[in-house]
């Protein structure tokens, strides 16, 4: 019987969860399957893509750059609309292919190694713990949405301190972030508007050029410039400020570049997208996720609780569990094959990491959250040269706050139904509320 994938293109199945179990019907019959693109929530067709499921072909497909290329189309499965927004966008370190990409991660890779997390360490730990008993306040049980007032606050906290931005405007990241992720989801896209009065001048400065919704309430496609004004306006005020007063951190380095490493415009305020957004997106839906992983296995929360020790392990399979980035795409750059089926030079191929983070060839009972887990080679921050940067410091804040939270709690459980982003792309948690009672 021959399986229809066409669910997996449309984001609004992702709002009753991913279809794990499409999936692996799909994996069972080959490690490879075709889906068509058609027109959706005002999208126009596209050409469709190769969708990679298994473990051993989507590492195969990230480690070759050269046959399965980042730069080509770029790394989202719908094509940018003109093929201005596609240049643009390529001059992003997230959309570029050795050498180039190599050009723009080393300045800023040592910021993210473990012995430079390990530094930051104390103070994501303080930081998580103080967050907690925030939220906690002095009750004895209460309730709470665990992905809005705990889970949102840590990664902003971290990501504002690694780019160097003043804390006050922590909660700008927080918009983009929202709109970028959130622009197959209106109700997630127009969700965290900033509040001007809390912010630095050059927040309410770059405030001047946030782009309005339409008369449907939708922004902007904010894979254009146009669309995200507000966050390269934000990025030059920054800028500024750090040539004038430059520090150790992410934005000074890279603004201290010379010679072929020096930075264009473009390349400097897409790599400023990058951090914004993608550093703080994966995480702060990563802890919301990780929180939904031990709701559904009450049994391993307590095991957990019992031995603190096994965060060692704990770690990375909460996050494979939940796999925040679902999928990312190449495009084949000459005629070629994955698994043996024929793929023609320009075929998007797009692989599956929710898939490959289940595959019963790598993982047994994959769909089991297994703490002890061990070894456990997930897909979780990618594979090959473009390895997530912040894979370290994701792990860190994860640790950091859920330490926190199941050492100031005896019980936790749902005070309601979790909310999910309509996204065929992140696996995002809108709303996660959550009953507690005190140790």
């Known amino acids: 019987m021959t399986v229809d994938p066409a669910p997996l293109v449309d984001p609004r199945t992702y709002v009753d969860g991913v279809p794990y179990h499409l999936l692996a019907t799909l994996r069972a019959a080959g490690p490879v399957a075709w889906v068509e693109e058609p027109p959706l929530l005002g999208l126009s067709g596209g050409p469709g893509f190769w969708l990679v499921l298994r473990h051993a072909e989507v590492t195969d497909v990230l480690k070759q ?3 399965f290329s980042s730069w080509l189309g770029a790394t989202q499965i719908r094509d940018p609309a003109t093929p201005e927004d596609l240049g643009y966008v390529r001059r992003m370190m997230l959309n570029m292919d050795p050498p180039e990409h190599g050009r723009l991660r080393r300045p800023v890779a040592r910021s993210f190694t473990p012995r430079a997390v390990g530094a930051l360490e104390a ?3 303080a930081t998580a713990a103080a967050l907690v008993e925030r939220t906690l306040g002095d009750a004895d049980e209460g309730t709470f949405d665990f992905a809005r007032d705990l889970a949102a606050d840590l990664p902003l906290l971290t990501l504002a301190d690694v780019l160097g931005m003043p804390e006050p405007d922590r909660w700008l990241l927080y918009d983009w972030s929202n709109r970028v992720i959130g622009f197959q989801d209106p109700d997630h896209a127009g969700s965290a508007a900033f509040d001007p009065r809390a912010g630095t001048a050059a927040a309410r400065e770059a405030l001047r050029h946030r782009p309005a919704p339409d008369a449907d309430g939708r922004m902007p496609d904010p894979r254009t410039r146009a669309g995200m004004a507000d966050l390269y306006a934000y990025a030059h005020l920054l800028a500024e400020s750090k040539r004038r007063s430059p520090g150790p951190d992410v934005m000074s380095i890279l603004l201290a570049q010379q010679g072929e490493d020096r930075l264009s415009v473009d390349e400097f305020e897409n790599m400023f997208w990058l951090f914004a957004v993608a550093g703080n997106e994966t995480i702060r839906n990563g802890l919301p996720g990780a929180m939904i992983a031990l709701l559904e296995h009450p049994a391993e929360m307590a095991r ?3 031995d603190p020790d096994l965060f060692d392990t704990a770690v990375d399979e909460l996050l494979r569990w939940w796999t925040p980035v679902m999928v990312f795409r190449r495009t084949a750059t000459t005629d070629t094959a994955v698994a043996g089926v024929p793929v023609r030079a320009g075929d998007k191929v797009v692989v599956s990491f929710a898939s490959a983070n289940r595959d019963e060839r790598v993982f047994a009972d994959p769909d089991r959250l297994d703490l002890a887990r061990h ?5 979780v921050f990618g594979h090959g040269p473009h390895f ?3 894979a370290h410091l994701a792990r860190c ?4 706050l859920f330490e926190a939270l199941l050492a100031n709690t005896a019980s936790i459980t749902y005070a309601g139904p979790p909310a999910y982003l309509r996204s065929n792309f992140q696996r995002g948690v809108k709303r996660l509320p959550i009953h507690w ?3």
């Open 397 to 400: 804040q994860l640790r950091a």
């Open 123 to 125: 103070s994501i730990r």
């Open 375 to 379: 070894p456990n080679p997930h897909l």
């Open 437 to 439: 009672r005190r140790r």
């Open 304 to 306: 957990l609780r019992r």
């Open 388 to 390: 997530c940067l912040g």
């Open 65 to 67: 750059p050269r046959l």
